[in-house]
């Protein structure tokens, strides 16, 4: 069911869409698009004694060592704030960021000293509101530096937030918990356990020092990005953090019954692996668009109820649990980027358990966009917290519920790997994918085995300097000092030093952003100069006892022998192969004698949680043996082997760790356990930790009808988005023809559409082909045959298979516009264009026809061919594929093909608003550029890059184009519509929600 938020100040259009301009020039679309409730209705929460909904807030500060260079005239110390603004204000060009205008925003000067004691503070009424805080410790170093140096910084800037920790709930908790933090704001689950444990370490070292230790310092974690494995949990554990925040959405995506939807409507990113499905059936689910790009969806109360994880030590099995307190994904956007209401947690307040109440905990950044500013720590808040208590809801923090609500000891629950998904190009992908991109050939294809990309080259970079320098920490004998790690003294050792330059390398950030300016160097600068100390120890002939370093295995494809989806694919579903390979990066400071994959399979194709043996290397009955497979190494290219025009690696890496890959092969329908063994030159071994892939049968999905011959994937296909299609003839009149064919419909035949040839699969043993389904399809209907008057109609039943409604798109077709952030060219004093792309529909708009003229949008994948203007009108136009047209006389408005005829109404809507309202419409570019058919993985023939344009023409026969209004604007002014003219959108990217 949908859900209705009220409209007493909103008006009709913005029920649906809420704008705001956010501060320091950054923009956002923030659409709340509405909610989709799955197997449950709305109910009123539960009243009386039991327990109500409780809300926490978690607020996010950072800013990374900018250019993390030996500091002039201090050897053993890396820049900070103050130290680079001066090196700037003498001229020096790097970083590229202007580090004054980024720490002089007025906002950021009140986040860093004082506005989140400020916002508690308007809390304080309320017997157990409060909130988390990270505060970096770069950040820490970052604002030391400028106190008394750059304007609005002082000294005592740390006093505010001593004196908010002294504020206690009822249950004597601090109000607001300074929560742990990788101190440079490093990516955990891809960086090394000691890494992770000296970030930790360093962090809590400076809090200690900055903010004190009464209270006592936090329990709580909060991983950088909100990435998180359940391979963190020792070393969380080892410096003694009991909970952890995580994302909902790898919760919810881990169920049972998960309501998988690809792309902009679902999940935008790889689906989950089998391997992880381990959580059970929930039954309820919610899920909104947000604009960033997805739609987050969660089971309630599940996905809003702090668990346990568990992580077993593959050597002895011993079981570590930790408390993993989820995020709500959908919440913490809104919170982020406008104002929040607290009526707006109705739909899953009605799922609450007064036993165990969801925990509703909004995590953001607070120092950006909406939730950096004033209005929302000093209105928004409190506006917030007080709404929510008068609904029944009790504000708290997380120390305060976990007192009064303990997680049980055996409520474990699988955390798939990810981050949140409001990460522009991630979107809570379960390989990280926006800091650890997939190894590409030269033509951007993914290549476990030859290729290369500038993010995962950074880590080959960290893990060599890593390795050397714990080989000199265990030469020289000696635990760092954490003190001397922070902030090196002269009596500092080189190790010391080694690991002070080397932490600040690992800033998420620098692979975030890519090749932004001088981004791609950073770590380097920081890697030479840690490895320049160690080395000073690594002399003559040393004892190497360290094993070698190992970056946890990656995997290609990463669903084998199923769906596959995200920017990987290009945001198509493909059903790629069995096969797959495990690549990773090795290095050791003595050199590599083998590195080896070491898989098993699986006895009984599931990974209960109830059960180690999938988890240790000893294994038991559940598992078979360990098979080895040599992995095949190469000397990884330090430098910019595609000589990419945006990357200047000026400073090449001292070191860095080689590569290897290795493919196992001849596996469906497996769950198979692998890790990864190196032994170095001196005899030390090391391995990962062990992990897990389903490997499919090249359906991804079970079948329907009355036979189970034919397979679609995804098992339930979506309108508007394709379905992959597997057909074995076995046992039919089609076994052993030498072509098939798939002739198919919609809504009981109710629309039929040209026959595909399909492809044979050896592997498979089936027939297969994709189709893009309709948005008006409530079912898939299909039979096939050999195309010479041999039909397999399943025995006179057909084969029909319910089809679920496309998620709402990012838009509404209404004849009021949109947001002015989706406006791609403007003429002045003329027409405006809108232009917007969810998943294969795309959004056009312009203003409405009046004034005695009639609007068009031209849409065309090519510039090249001319022809007479549309409706009988003067000059000439670029061919057109669709156009959307107008008219001024009676406010029609309609899409128009090739050939000018209304054929593209089944897949396409429109609406105008007339002279005082838009021109708008969506078209579902799979249908106006179908497949040619056929292939394992056939998609549509959608272009990369297509062409729009907006013009006015005079509304009677033989109308002149009005040249002055026309956008983009005029080359020539000619009167005609030409090649130059026209708005060239980009399809082969995901649409960039992003805030800078």
Not at 80 to 95: C, K, L, M, S
Not at 240 to 263: K, Q, T, Y
Not at 423 to 448: C, E, V
Request: hydrophobic share 35%.
């Amino acid at each position: 069911m949908g859900v209705n938020f009220p409209t007493s100040s909103l008006g009709a259009k913005l029920m649906n869409r809420v704008k705001r301009a956010l501060r320091q020039s950054a923009r956002v679309n923030l659409s709340l698009l509405g909610a989709v409730l799955l197997g449950a209705c709305l109910m009123v929460p539960a009243a009386g004694g039991s327990a109500p909904v409780q809300t926490s807030y978690l607020w996010h500060l950072h800013q990374p060592i900018y250019w993390p260079a030996q500091r002039p005239g201090s050897p053993e110390h890396y820049e900070v704030a103050w130290d680079t603004i001066q090196q700037q204000n003498g001229g020096r060009t790097h970083p590229s960021e202007t580090l004054s205008s980024i720490f002089g925003l007025d906002d950021r000067i009140a986040a860093y000293q004082f506005r989140p004691r400020d916002s508690v503070q308007t809390i304080l009424g309320l017997p157990n509101a409060g909130a988390q805080l990270t505060y970096s410790g770069s950040l820490i170093e970052n604002v030391n530096s400028l106190s008394g140096n750059l304007s609005g910084y002082y000294s005592g800037w740390q006093n505010s937030f001593i004196q908010a920790r002294q504020w206690t709930t009822s249950g004597g908790k601090p109000r607001l918990d300074m929560v742990n933090f990788t101190h440079h704001h490093s990516l955990a689950p891809l960086q090394t356990t000691r890494t992770v444990q000296m970030e930790l370490l360093l962090h809590q070292h400076m809090m200690a020092q900055r903010f004190g230790t009464n209270p006592p310092l936090s329990k709580g974690f909060f991983p950088t990005e909100m990435a998180f494995s359940e391979r963190l949990i020792p070393v969380l554990k080892s410096v003694g953090i009991e909970w952890a925040v995580v994302s909902g959405n790898h919760l919810s995506r881990v169920c049972a019954d998960f309501p998988l939807v690809l792309g902009s409507g679902g999940e935008n990113t790889q689906p989950p692996n089998l391997a992880d499905v381990l959580n059970p059936a929930q039954g309820y689910y919610y899920r909104v668009s947000i604009d960033r790009g997805c739609s987050p969806c969660n089971a309630a109360p599940f996905a809003y109820t702090p668990h346990r994880a568990q992580y077993v030590d593959p050597y002895t099995g011993a079981v570590q649990t930790l408390v993993v307190v989820p995020s709500a994904m959908e919440f913490s956007w809104f919170d982020g980027y406008r104002n929040l209401g607290a009526n707006e947690l109705a739909p899953i307040a009605s799922q609450n358990n007064p036993s165990r109440p969801m925990l509703v905990l909004m995590a953001h950044d607070g120092d950006n966009a909406y939730g950096g500013g004033y209005s929302y720590y000093m209105e928004s808040v409190q506006n917030f917290c007080y709404g929510a208590a008068a609904l029944g809801y009790n504000p708290t923090t997380v120390e305060q519920y976990l007192s009064q609500f303990p997680v049980p000891a055996d409520d474990i629950v699988k955390v798939e790997d990810g981050a949140w998904v409001n990460a522009d190009g991630d979107f809570g992908s379960p390989t990280f994918i926006n800091w650890n991109y997939p190894l590409l050939n030269a033509a951007g294809q993914p290549d476990p085995v030859n290729g290369w990309h500038e993010k995962p080259r950074e880590y080959a970079v960290y893990l060599a300097a890593e390795n050397r320098i714990r080989t000199a920490e265990k030469v020289l004998g000696v635990t760092p000092r954490i003190a001397e790690v922070a902030n090196p003294s002269s009596g500092a050792n080189a190790v010391e030093k080694a690991w002070h330059f080397f932490l600040a390398a690992l800033d998420s950030g620098f692979l975030y952003y890519g090749t932004y300016g001088d981004v791609e160097v950073r770590g380097t600068i920081a890697c030479n100069k840690a490895v320049e100390f160690a080395d000073s120890v690594l002399t003559g002939n040393f004892p190497d006892t360290v094993g070698p370093t190992i970056w946890i295995p990656q995997r290609w494809p990463y669903n084998p022998g199923s769906v596959n989806f995200g920017v990987e694919t290009g945001y198509t579903q493909k059903i790629l192969g069995p096969d797959f390979t495990i690549w990773t990066f090795v290095y050791d400071v003595s050199g590599l004698s083998s590195v080896t994959l070491k898989w098993r399979v699986d006895n009984d194709g599931i990974n209960p949680l109830n059960s180690t043996q999938n988890e240790t290397y000893a294994g038991g009955p559940e598992v078979g043996a360990w098979q080895s497979l040599p992995m095949n190494g190469r000397a990884f290219p330090k430098g910019n082997v595609y000589n990419k025009p945006d990357i200047n690696y000026y400073v090449l890496p001292t070191y860095i760790a080689d590569h290897f890959s290795a493919t196992i092969s001849g596996q469906t329908n497996k769950l198979i356990d692998y890790y990864v063994e190196a032994v170095d030159a001196k005899g030390n071994v090391e391995r990962t930790p062990i992990q897990h892939v389903w490997v499919g049968n090249l359906s991804g999905g079970g079948g329907g009808g009355s036979s189970n011959r034919v397979t679609l994937t995804p098992s339930t296909p979506t309108a508007g988005q394709p379905v992959g299609i597997a057909y074995d003839p076995v046992g039919g009149p089609l076994q052993g023809a030498p072509a098939v064919n798939l002739h198919w419909g919609i809504n009981n035949w109710a629309t039929v559409y040209t026959d595909v040839a399909m492809s044979w699969n050896a592997s498979a043993q089936r027939w297969m082909t994709t189709v893009t389904l309709p948005l008006t399809a409530t079912q898939l209907d299909m039979v096939f045959n050999n195309g010479a008057g041999t039909w397999d109609n399943n025995s006179g039943q057909d084969w029909h298979f319910p089809v679920q409604g496309a998620p709402a798109p990012m838009w509404t077709i209404d004849g009021n516009p949109e947001s002015e952030s989706l406006v791609r060219a403007n003429t002045p004093g003329g027409l405006k264009l809108w232009v917007a792309r969810d998943g294969n529909l795309l959004y056009v708009g312009t203003q409405g026809a009046g004034n005695g003229r009639d609007h068009f949008i031209f849409i065309t994948r090519n510039l090249t061919n001319v022809r007479s203007a549309p409706w009988g009108k003067a000059g000439t136009c670029v061919a057109w594929d669709a156009y959307l047209a107008n008219e001024n006389d009676n406010n029609w408005s309609g899409w128009f093909d090739a050939n000018e005829s209304q054929t593209l109404g089944g897949f396409a809507l429109q609406a105008s608003g007339g002279s005082g309202g838009v021109l708008e419409g969506q078209i579902d570019l799979s249908q106006l550029y179908p497949s040619g058919g056929g292939g394992l993985v056939a998609t549509a023939d959608v272009p990369s890059v297509i062409y729009i344009a907006a013009v006015e023409y005079g509304t009677a026969n033989g109308g002149t184009l009005f040249s002055s209004t026309q956008v983009p604007s005029t080359s020539n002014g000619d009167g005609n519509l030409d090649a130059g003219e026209f708005f060239a959108f980009t399809l082969s990217a995901v649409e960039d929600w992003s805030l800078y």
